[in-house]
């Protein structure tokens, strides 16, 4: 059974950091390109970031940009966002999910993504 498991949400003040990890089980995550994900209250489901299945390409929304880093070990079956510097507004459920792909590239389209986890709740709050 394909599954993907987050954590690492919490409760924290704005300027503050949090790593959010993602498990892969029960496929071989280096076929696939991975996704972070958020949906806050009311809003649609956006995408945060990606990074290829050969770690060559890595793409972040504009909203994200020089305070997340994503990076993945496929020996260990494992995806990380680090969050620096968080806003209220980073407020969200974020969620990983993959992408089967030959390409050395990824992307943030929904669509794309075939598998995904359950979430894992960010609150940036003082």
């Known amino acids: 059974q394909w599954r993907l498991v987050e954590s690492g949400g919490g409760l924290v003040q704005p300027g503050g950091s949090l790593k959010l990890s993602c498990a892969a089980s029960?496929?071989?995550?280096?076929?696939?390109?991975v996704g972070w994900f958020r949906q806050a209250p009311g809003k649609e489901r956006e995408g945060v970031s990606c990074i290829s299945r050969t770690l060559s390409n890595t793409i972040y929304s504009d909203s994200v940009k020089g305070r997340f880093t994503i990076s993945r070990d496929n020996g260990k079956k494992m995806v990380y966002l680090q969050m620096n510097s968080l806003k209220p507004e980073d407020t969200a459920v974020y969620y990983c999910?993959?992408?089967?792909?030959?390409?050395?590239?990824?992307?943030?389209?929904?669509?794309?993504?075939?598998?995904w986890g359950q979430g894992t709740q960010v609150t940036v709050s003082s």
């Open positions: 029960g496929f071989t995550l280096e076929y696939f390109a």
């Open positions: 999910a993959v992408a089967p792909t030959f390409s050395s590239r990824c992307d943030t389209l929904i669509g794309d993504y075939s598998t």
